[in-house]
């Protein structure tokens, strides 16, 4: 069955602090995908990944950085962490199809 | 520039009842049109997917939806909800113009009455 495994269901940030989100897939799939969701807007592409230390920015890449040092793992960076930034952040990664397979989320309040 | 609009916000139905979520989406080529469902506190899943074979696509758990070119919807039907099906549905197209891009509709909360 298809995983994507996002390591934290929910975190309290400080504002200022870095924060790490990680995300892995058991899919071998070379794309991968951050997007936030907040209410009423949907879901927003924040950056996404298509190979091992590739990246490209999204619509809202503004506050966020990402890493892929290996195919399995993306990782979403928040350098300083702002109240604004408090959201649900989803990962998704996709294969040669153009179908999205999601994680649970992780839910960030930033106080 | 292609766009999906999911038409309400929020649907309420009674168990046992039809649902219908609207969604229209703007394109200038043939589109890829999908229906995810989002259910609390859990990540997105593939409902259907419109593959340009047939017009009516099945999903799981019931539901289906109807391309009609001609309007430019893809509406989601379900002929008799379950409580179950209380969920966040998303309407999402493909975009190929400037690159491979993923365009997510606001999403429509379904509410599903006993």
């Known amino acids: 069955d298809v995983k994507v495994t996002q390591s934290s269901r929910y975190l309290v940030k400080r504002t200022g602090e870095k924060v790490f989100l990680e995300c892995v897939q058991d899919m071998d799939h070379e794309n991968m995908f951050w997007y936030r969701q907040d209410p009423g807007l949907g879901l927003r592409l924040i950056y996404f990944?298509?190979?091992?230390?590739?990246?490209e920015k999204g619509d809202i890449p503004e506050g966020y950085s990402v890493s892929r040092e290996k195919k399995e793992r993306f990782s979403l960076i928040l350098e300083s962490a702002s109240t604004n930034q408090t959201s649900m952040y989803l990962c998704?990664?996709?294969?040669?199809?153009?179908?999205?397979?999601f994680g649970a989320g992780t839910r960030l309040s930033v106080l | 520039a292609q766009s999906v609009t999911q038409l309400d916000s929020h649907v309420s139905v009674s168990e046992g009842t039809p649902v219908l979520l609207r969604c229209n989406y703007s394109s200038s080529y043939s589109p890829s049109l999908f229906w995810y469902v989002q259910h609390p506190n859990k990540g997105l899943q593939l409902l259907l997917k419109?593959?340009?074979?047939?017009?009516l696509v099945k999903g799981i758990n019931g539901f289906e939806a109807e391309f009609k070119k001609s309007e430019t919807s893809f509406h989601l039907t379900k002929p008799s909800a379950h409580m179950s099906d209380a969920a966040e549905y998303f309407c999402v197209v493909i975009s190929f113009e400037g690159g491979f891009k993923t365009i997510f509709g606001a999403g429509t909360r379904l509410f599903v009455k006993a």
């Open positions: 419109y593959t340009s074979a047939a017009t």
């Open positions: 990944s298509y190979d091992v230390k590739m990246k």
């Open positions: 998704a990664s996709r294969g040669n199809l153009d179908i999205q397979y």
